[in-house]
């Protein structure tokens, strides 16, 4: 069988979603210096040569955008006398290059292959968690990029471990981070009417990193799929929730595992005086953040510089962290633009109907994975944007 142009670019460029969504972020390549960039840049000029001749539509939004961020940053990098404005929205810019020129047919299978990979690092996640707890000793430690110490224990990577216990993170630099590309796909999967049963099993699976992230989209993406009206099949259904449920109830029982599970994630729900969770350490960063902002106000405009040390300003602020005013206080508006867009076209989507609930939850989600200019995250967090927009123009 003859192989046309088409058919290769069509492959190519679902493979090229996959790779730059879910693989380069890894740590694993962090000792490479520039890999990610120099990988996402080859796949960018092999698009281009695939996409030649090729009618996109709406492409010119990538050729405004990119004329934006060129005199933005430009200015920015004038005005903080750092260079390094200029190659800030690299990645978002070339993941909106891949999502205007990727098809429908090409995102379904974006989707699918990347459902595949996840499910296998998420089953390893599970692997590696009972193998931590039963032989305790990581295979191999090594530094991510922010200085903290990663631990394989053979299937998984982890940079949170007590003892026997630890919180999986896949092959990613921590557990929150196995959780969002988790999320991700599912709402991915959600919105384009796949297979409901895969993306259950995977989310079930997903709980084993720990997050609370995690469980607050699960409910909302239960919010958005169960249907109340009393039947049969969903009597079964909620049958087969409950024995499922009590499975994984039992085993971590039977294994020895339930403490650690009660250790680190129950406990971790139960409020304290300040009326947050104990891992809800994003809110207290919010207001931390908002109270900086306050007394600056002109990093509005400007942001700080990029390679400001955020540690000067935890002694009267206190951690700032990952929330939802990093962008703006790293930034400013102007270049964290995008950043908020998705956010409130995700909110505004809940007045669609029930089905939408779960963009809730990705939403919130994004509140503390705000790194839209990030390798991986910008792909994946444009292509659920334009996946939710080409749903809704369907339904209209």
């Keep these: 069988m003859i192989l046309s142009k088409k058919n290769i670019s069509s492959k190519f460029l679902s493979l090229?979603?996959?790779?730059?969504?879910?693989?380069?972020?890894?740590?694993?390549?962090?000792?490479?210096?520039g890999f990610s960039t120099i990988v996402t840049f080859l796949f960018f000029i092999s698009s281009l040569y695939f996409n030649y001749n090729k009618r996109v539509k709406n492409l010119n939004v990538f050729f405004y955008t990119s004329v934006y961020f060129i005199f933005i940053t430009g200015f920015l990098a004038l005005y903080h006398s750092d260079i390094g404005y200029i190659t800030l929205p690299f990645f978002l810019l070339t993941s909106l290059y891949f999502t205007l020129t990727?098809?429908?047919?090409?995102?379904?299978?974006f989707v699918e292959l990347s459902t595949n990979i996840i499910l296998v690092i998420v089953i390893g996640a599970?692997?590696?968690?009972?193998y931590a707890f039963y032989f305790g000793q990581p295979l191999y430690v090594f530094k991510n990029p922010n200085g903290l110490e990663n631990y394989l224990f053979l299937t998984t990577l982890t940079n949170l471990r007590w003892?026997?216990?630890i919180r999986p993170s896949g092959i990613y630099d921590e557990p929150g981070a196995l959780s969002f590309f988790i999320?991700?796909?599912?709402?991915?999967?959600?919105?384009?009417?796949l297979n409901q049963k895969k993306t259950i099993v995977i989310l079930i699976l997903g709980l084993i990193t720990l997050s609370v992230a995690h469980v607050i989209f699960l409910f909302f993406y239960f919010v958005?799929?169960?249907?109340?009206?009393?039947?049969?099949?969903?009597i079964l259904k909620m049958i087969f929730s409950f024995i499922s449920f009590s499975a994984i109830v039992f085993v971590l029982s039977y294994s020895g595992a339930i403490e650690a599970v009660?250790?680190?994630?129950?406990?971790?729900?139960?409020?304290?005086?300040?009326?947050l969770f104990p891992g809800d350490n994003r809110s207290l960063f919010f207001f931390n953040a908002l109270s900086y902002i306050t007394d600056n106000p002109s990093v509005i405009l400007l942001g700080m510089p990029i390679r400001f040390n955020f540690d000067n300003i935890v002694i009267d602020y206190g951690v700032v962290g990952s929330n939802p005013l990093m962008p703006l206080l790293n930034f400013g508006i102007f270049v964290s633009l995008p950043y908020y867009i998705v956010l409130l076209i995700l909110f505004f989507s809940f007045f669609r109907g029930r089905?939408?609930?779960s963009s809730i939850g990705f939403a919130l989600i994004l509140f503390q994975r705000e790194f839209i200019f990030v390798v991986s995250y910008s792909l994946v967090i444009l292509m659920t944007l334009k996946i939710l927009l080409i749903v809704r123009k369907n339904e209209n």
């Design 102 to 109: 990727a098809s429908k047919c090409e995102i379904i299978k």
């Design 163 to 165: 003892g026997n216990y």
């Design 355 to 357: 089905y939408y609930v």
């Design 262 to 275: 009660s250790v680190l994630f129950l406990d971790r729900f139960q409020t304290e005086n300040s009326y």
């Design 224 to 234: 958005s799929v169960i249907n109340l009206r009393p039947s049969l099949k969903n």
């Design 126 to 130: 599970v692997l590696g968690f009972f």
């Design 183 to 193: 999320c991700a796909i599912c709402f991915m999967r959600h919105l384009l009417y």
């Design 16 to 33: 090229t979603l996959a790779i730059i969504g879910l693989i380069l972020i890894s740590p694993i390549f962090s000792p490479i210096r």
